[in-house]
């Protein structure tokens, strides 16, 4: 620690994002459903864009949770495809702006058009060295942690596990976390009004400031994001010491 951050140091270095409130946006305008994803994912960009100019260098947001398949097969189907629309109407921006892309969940039920994009996305993206976007797709923080300990079972029977038994910490479990690589959020942003995690990142927001916006996330824009870094700048964080 190093004292209190002035008001220039206070960029969150990593930031996640429920965006949600896209149905409710719709239906105060009397449109389809779809036409609010549609605007959720122009929000997106505009977010991502400005988190990679204020110099925010990890921004993970929640697209598709482990529970949105309870949706209408259309509504999936229409989020999924716009998905495909924005990554590869995106992708030249996002790497000229040298914006490195990467996918958090669970891939194998996405159709293999989804997956290529994904993978291209992915692929082209991976040596710039701007804002890591990371894009929660079919996540969800209870499968993400029952999924490390699975794998983390599977290592220690197979006796591959890298130290004893004792001695592994919680830094070595997070390294079975989809998130592996990528420091604990510092800020947690969700718009839409409701005041839940509805499951995100559990593990890794234990000491993550919590900023809730009624702003509805197709209406949220760089200055919603500026005031909720504004509010985590006035925060103190103690992570349970006495500073
Ligand atoms: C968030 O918007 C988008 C996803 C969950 C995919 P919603 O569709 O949940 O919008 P509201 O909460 O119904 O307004
Ligand atoms: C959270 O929003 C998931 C995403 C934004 C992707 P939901 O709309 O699914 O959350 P609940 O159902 O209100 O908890
Ligand atoms: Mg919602």
Do not use: C
Not at 160 to 184: N, V
Request: hydrophobic fraction near 40%; charge should be neutral; charged fraction near 30%.
């Amino acid at each position: 620690m190093t004292g209190q951050p002035t008001a220039l140091q206070a960029i969150p270095g990593h930031i996640a994002l429920i965006m949600d409130g896209n149905g409710r946006w719709a239906e105060n305008r009397s449109l389809p459903k779809f036409k609010g994803h549609e605007a959720g994912m122009d929000a997106m960009i505009r977010v991502v864009r400005h988190a990679s100019d204020i110099g925010v260098k990890h921004l993970t947001v929640y697209a598709f949770s482990t529970e949105n398949w309870k949706r209408s097969v259309g509504e999936v189907a229409g989020i999924f495809d716009l998905l495909l629309i924005y990554v590869n109407r995106e992708l030249e921006e996002l790497h000229r702006n040298g914006v490195r892309v990467d996918i958090l969940g669970d891939r194998t039920p996405f159709s293999k058009k989804v997956n290529a994009a994904l993978d291209k996305t992915i692929q082209k993206t991976k040596d710039n060295d701007g804002l890591r976007f990371h894009i929660a797709l079919n996540y969800g923080g209870r499968a993400d942690i029952l999924m490390a300990a699975k794998d983390f079972a599977m290592t220690f029977a197979e006796g591959h596990l890298e130290k004893s038994l004792k001695d592994f910490d919680e830094r070595d479990f997070a390294r079975y976390l989809y998130t592996d690589g990528t420091p604990d959020p510092d800020l947690l942003i969700r718009p839409g009004g409701e005041k839940r995690l509805s499951n995100f990142l559990l593990w890794q927001i234990a000491y993550a400031e919590l900023v809730f916006s009624d702003v509805l996330w197709p209406d949220f824009g760089p200055e919603d994001l500026d005031l909720a870094i504004g509010e985590y700048g006035a925060r103190k964080r103690r992570f349970g010491g006495r500073i």
